[in-house]
């Protein structure tokens, strides 16, 4: 199978990015993405018949892979950039000065970006509440055979937004939770409203979708909103 590569008309170079990240960060971090997969689908393939993401019980086990991946290709790219250095509570990425108050856990104001990812047509859910910039990665896998001679795997959409504090909503889910709390309609739609990397198919088919359409058309030549 062929290797997918990330699709131009897709990116959207007038997008906001925070922590000096730009438009070619973004494309390098989707190929490396693509790259690994490509090689770890094939590896299955050809040691154990089944596609990569066949070895997961669940597909979220595969938007965590594809998420740090992600991740790791923007603090390779970007010199500003760290991981963070514990395995929750903090940004998944947060900026070098920032770095020691990321490694006080008491320490709540950390600047940085939290990533979320999630297969097609799904949007996360709960969260802790995050005072940072947001990420959201949604890919999809084909069915064998859907889509000839590439690698049946794609990124659909990527969306960025600052959360503050104020677009989330409080959900109760037991006492010993972190994730109590989820996206507000108006951060849902703060990050519609600027993505970074999407394909038409993703465009969120809601009140707002009109506007949603009239983004992808000012970035994506090939689109037609009409």
Not at 85 to 111: C, N, S
Request: glycine letters at 2%; aromatic letters at 10%.
């Amino acid at each position: 199978m062929r290797e997918p590569e990330p699709r131009s008309r897709f990116l959207n170079r007038d997008a906001e990015l925070p922590l000096g990240i730009e438009i070619e960060d973004i494309r390098a971090a989707i190929e490396r993405v693509y790259t690994r997969y490509h090689d770890l689908n094939e590896f299955h393939v050809e040691n154990y018949s089944i596609r990569f993401h066949e070895s997961f019980r669940a597909m979220n086990s595969v938007g965590d892979y594809i998420g740090h991946q992600f991740n790791d290709a923007l603090v390779a790219n970007v010199d500003e950039l760290e991981h963070n250095p514990h395995d929750d509570r903090r940004p998944d990425i947060v900026h070098q000065r920032d770095l020691e108050e990321a490694r006080d856990r008491d320490y709540d104001d950390v600047t940085g970006i939290e990533q979320k990812a999630a297969h097609y047509k799904r949007f996360f859910t709960s969260h802790n509440q995050s005072n940072t910039n947001l990420l959201f990665i949604q890919y999809r896998i084909h069915e064998p055979g859907e889509v000839a001679d590439v690698e049946p795997f794609e990124f659909t959409q990527i969306l960025l937004a600052d959360a503050s504090q104020q677009s989330w909503e409080f959900e109760p889910r037991g006492q010993n939770s972190n994730t109590t709390y989820r996206a507000a309609d108006d951060l849902r739609d703060a990050m519609r409203s600027n993505p970074v990397y999407q394909h038409p198919d993703a465009i969120c088919q809601n009140e707002h979708v009109d506007r949603y359409r009239d983004i992808q058309a000012s970035f994506d030549p090939e689109y037609d909103p009409d």
